[in-house]
């Protein structure tokens, strides 16, 4: 028999075990920041895994899979990730480019490749993950040495991370983007950058496996939060068990996260959330094939091809710094502490930009691709707040108010108005 013991972390004692009482207050606030970050960045992955049976293994408590994640030392292995994400908006695979150049500085690093910019540079490439199915290629060896490879039919774009080098090469415009990851920097991750955000060349993490995405999740372990194992499965060839994360408020957009947790090693290997409104995943990652031996060291390394135009991550920033200092004075806001309403699953992250909504006469200078993307978003709501517009997807959903407001969480848009009504 399939075990199927539950039980409910509701931060008290009970026969899961104690969670630390940093962990639980930090989960009120943190959690719905961590999955807006998550799937705003990006990216939802989604395998089609077939699963050969429920393996018979040992019982255990969600408390002891927990420990058994945050145990787990692996740290090489490789192996094929298949991608689905379904937020409900129109496809960003065309605004890699467009989109992502209009909406930064002339010249900058989102460009696409234009004044300045590079097609591999991962920013603008990296956007396409937040919609449609993708084949990743990923390998990691320690925090040092990773590689991630997104393939389709006729490319592949490879962005690799060894010993303080990133490369990014996208072989559809035989472009290569290089850049040094500074001393002292976070390099445990795929698209490691520097510290301060001015400084990053690269995005400072790059989720793109179901370990990188339980590890958001699991920092929802509070009160406000139930956590059961839910029999097991076969996954890549793997025993697994099945961790399921439910938020016990109403008001989120949140049904259910699943965790496909490896017996053996404590790895995540598959992870799938589930939209309160009903339907397919949202997001689903996950791996195909997964080996936990070392890669070989040449995965790692990167030559660019002859002919490919090379870009320099300073050569890069170097082409908007002019746009950059002409961001207007308010703009500093946009970094100031933001007012969290609520708590929890149901939490709201309000900040004022001080920037006014763009008006319709405005919108027509944006690319077709970006305005289509925007008008599909938007509802128009009133309240005690005043007048503004809910822009929704299946998971995140943001309030701009027309006085330079913004409310933002996994919230439903009810919510967001009544989070709107008691700051005002």
Known sequence: ??????????GGNDETGDLPAGRRRAARYVVPVAVAGVAAATIGLVPALAASGDPDLPKITAAQLIEKMAA??????????????????????????????????????????????SAAEPTGKLMELASGEHTLRVATDGPDKQRLSILDSAAEYSLIHNAGEVWAYDSSSNQAYHAKAPAGADSGKLGVSGKSGK????PKELPATPQDFAREALKAAGDTTSVTVDGTARIAGRDAYQLVIKPK?????????????????GTPLKFTLLPSSGGKAVIDVGFTKVDFSRPAASTFTFTPPKGAKVTEADESKAAGKDQAHKAPKDAKELG????????????????NTGAKVPTAAASKDMPAEARQF????????????????????????????DDGKVFVGAVTKDAL???ANEAK
Not at 1 to 10: E, F, H, K, L, V
């Open 336 to 351: 100031s502490e933001p007012n969290v309403i609520g708590e929890g699953w149901t939490s709201v992250v309000q900040l």
């Open 199 to 202: 400084d990053q060349a690269v």
């Open 374 to 401: 925007m008008d599909a978003l938007g509802d128009k709501v009133k309240g005690k707040f005043g007048s503004g517009t809910v822009y929704k997807t299946r998971l995140v959903n943001a309030l701009m108010t």
């Open 249 to 265: 408020q109403a008001g989120s957009t949140i049904g259910s996260v699943k965790v496909a947790v490896d017996s053996k090693t």
């Open 417 to 419: 108005v009544k989070a």
């Open 72 to 117: 787990s030392d692996t740290e090489r292995l490789s192996g094929t990730v298949k991608i689905t994400t379904d937020l409900g908006i129109p496809s960003l695979g065309g605004l890699g480019g467009s989109a992502a150049g209009a909406l930064a500085p002339k010249g900058g690093a989102d460009s696409g490749g234009k004044d300045g910019g």
């Open 1 to 10: 028999m399939a075990p199927n013991d539950s039980a409910q972390i509701t």
